[in-house]
C-alpha cells in the first residue's frame, strides 16, 4: 500500500493543531489510519501535501466560542431597509 504525505487538521474542544502525517492515498483509508495517532481529537480536514512547518493554528477557549447561525445568502431585506 502506498503513502503520500498530508497536512492534518485536528481539534479537540478549544484545542487545534496542524500535523504533517504519512496516510493512505484514499480519504477514509487515511482518515482511519490517522485518527488513532491522535486520541481525544477528531480529524476535520485532511490536505493532501506538507503544509504543517508553515501553518499557524489559533486555539480557542470554548467560553469564547459561538453557535453556529444560519447564513441566507438570497435575503435581501437590507436592500429594502436602506431604500432611498
Do not use: W
Request: charged residues 20%; negative net charge.
Amino acid at each position: 500500500m502506498s503513502n503520500r504525505p498530508y497536512t492534518a487538521i485536528l481539534v479537540c474542544g478549544g484545542t487545534v493543531k496542524v500535523e504533517d502525517v504519512m496516510a493512505p492515498f484514499k480519504s477514509d483509508e487515511a482518515r482511519e489510519a490517522i485518527e488513532p495517532l491522535y486520541p481525544g481529537f477528531a480529524l476535520v480536514a485532511l490536505i493532501p501535501g506538507i503544509h504543517g512547518v508553515r501553518s499557524f493554528a489559533y486555539s480557542q477557549d470554548s467560553s469564547e466560542m459561538s453557535t453556529p447561525q444560519q447564513v441566507d445568502p438570497f435575503d435581501m431585506t437590507y436592500l429594502r431597509n436602506k431604500a432611498v
